[in-house]
């Protein structure tokens, strides 16, 4: 009953006197003085443009945002809306499923409050909006939902004050570090490109001393951030996938190519930031190997908190039970001006309880929780087209494969169609017990039937060769990757000579 009241409230004030939904061009707003500047302006999607990008691009049109009024505020102030209200601004107890009908409901309320204040604020920078009577729904909201931003951001709207520029984010601890030098000294060395980076851990003891030393000593223009500097542990008890999306967010970038320490890529990435995709939403996913059908237990658990979807879901494998893997996050491409909204709400997923007791008990680990989160907020987003393939050679027989079929690591093309980035490092397995051993760079194959086993594709009408220059690329990776397992042996016997003398702490 809570939530219809709730729904019914909202529903009411975008159709009041013939009002459009979305009244306020902010686009005009800001072109008649330059002085003004809206904290989050989210693409709203020309379905022309949508409909032009549709061969390369699955983008989500996500439904108008809803408005804050003072009819709202008036019924918030009143005894049945303080009881509306109440229900939404609770933090529920640790370890107790948190019902994400409610976090929903109160995310979408958050939303409108935010851009309520982002306008006020664009129009006049020095008003204090602190004193709008609003201001203390908005901030009820805000310590429910997202109390781990407190103490190091007084408000959400002091997170995009803090960001500027574009840069690439690593989250690497002892684990990947052997990853993380290889593939920041490829994007150096063989791209040349000189983007900021930043390196992020969780805690003192989740980076060795000499290995943030070896990388703040080996590369330029290389930062390392400490995560429980900027996000409170309380809520996130972070220990591994759940901490990305949280580092974008204490990123100090605006625009922010997120990669695994394992990924490498096969073209530079800064292209990203030139993607037609990204540029049109503000987003960029990419989609992950079709696998595991007839998967319902998702499908379900969105059905059961989404009250209204973007037109990406209906279609999408994972809604129709053709894939329990939807999106990949070993690259999630970000503009927090446009996706600050949806990136908080991705966050939210990957907080310790709902993480725990909700959200990966129906997905693998952070990887849905982009595009899902952002379909909570109803912020645009866009994937590229093609899905996961596989990047590497023939099949030997046995364990690795069968010679018909192309085995190696995932691959991912971008919005041409040629290799991007592949996920899982340069080793044919990089759990091999026995030793690892290098990947043969000869073919990839774009097919969705899948042997898990072997990590092959089956089709044999979708194998390519790879070209000479992605060869010659994929021989510089294997070399440097080879200089920097010398290197890590001298740093573990304390024996490697750093390139300046600053301290190791």
């Known amino acids: 009953m809570i939530i219809v009241l709730f729904s019914l409230q909202l529903n009411r004030a975008q159709f009041e006197a013939g009002k459009p ?44 945002p809803l408005q804050w009024t003072e009819q709202d505020l008036a019924f918030f102030k009143s005894a049945a809306g303080e009881t509306v209200f109440s229900r939404l601004a609770l933090i529920p107890e640790a370890h107790v499923a948190p019902d994400f009908a409610t976090i929903t409901a109160a995310e979408r309320l958050f939303k409108a409050l935010f851009l309520h204040f982002d306008k ?30 407190h103490p190091y951001w007084e408000n959400v ?12 984010v690593l989250c690497v601890g002892n684990n990947q570090f052997q990853y993380a030098a290889s593939t920041i000294r490829i994007i150096r060395e063989v791209y040349h490109n000189d983007l900021p980076i930043e390196v992020f851990f969780i805690q003192e003891d989740d980076l060795d001393i000499s290995k943030r030393h070896y990388l703040t000593s080996e590369f330029k223009n290389l930062s390392l951030m400490k995560l429980d500097d900027y996000v409170d542990d309380y809520y996130t008890k972070f220990g591994g996938w759940a901490m990305k999306p949280f580092a974008m967010l204490a990123s100090r970038f605006s625009e922010i190519i997120m990669m695994d320490a394992d990924v490498f890529f096969f073209q530079d990435p800064g292209m990203l930031f030139h993607d037609e995709g990204y540029k049109t939403t503000g987003s960029l996913f990419y989609y992950d190997r079709t696998l595991f059908p007839n998967w319902t237990r998702g499908p379900d658990w969105m059905r059961s908190f989404l009250p209204s979807m973007s037109s990406f879901v209906p279609k999408s494998r994972w809604f129709r039970g053709l894939s329990s893997h939807e999106q990949e996050s070993g690259v999630v491409v970000m503009d927090k001006t446009k996706a600050l909204l949806g990136l908080l709400s991705t966050c939210k997923m990957n907080g310790v309880t709902e993480r725990d007791e909700v959200v990966y008990k129906h997905v693998h680990g952070d990887k849905e929780t982009y595009w899902v989160g952002f379909e909570v907020t109803q912020t645009p987003y866009a994937f590229v087209k093609s899905f996961a393939g596989v990047i590497g050679s023939h099949g030997r027989g046995g364990a690795d494969g069968s010679p018909d079929y192309i085995c190696g690591n995932q691959i991912h093309l971008d919005a041409d169609g040629k290799p991007l980035w592949l996920n899982g490092a340069l080793y044919r397995n990089k759990h091999a017990k026995d030793g690892l051993e290098y990947l043969n760079f000869t073919h990839y194959s774009t097919g969705e039937d899948w042997e898990f086993g072997s990590n092959c594709v089956k089709n044999k009408d979708t194998i390519h060769d790879l070209n000479p220059l992605q060869k010659v690329y994929a021989l510089a990776f294997i070399e440097i990757d080879k200089k920097r397992a010398l290197d890590q042996a001298l740093l573990d016997k304390n024996e490697w000579k750093f390139k300046d003398a600053t301290s190791t702490s």
């Open 157 to 168: 709207f002091h997170i995009n004050n803090q960001t500027s520029g574009k840069g690439i």
């Open 120 to 149: 006020m604020l664009a129009s006049d920078p020095s008003r204090d909006v602190q004193q709008d009577p609003s201001w203390a729904f908005f901030k009820r909201l805000e310590n429910a939902l997202y109390p781990w931003i």
């Open 21 to 64: 939904v979305n009244n306020f061009d902010a686009a005009l707003f800001i072109s008649e003085n330059e002085n003004y500047k809206l904290q989050v302006q989210e693409s709203v999607l020309n379905l022309s443009r949508v409909d032009a990008l549709s061969d390369k691009y699955d983008i989500a049109v996500t439904q108008p």
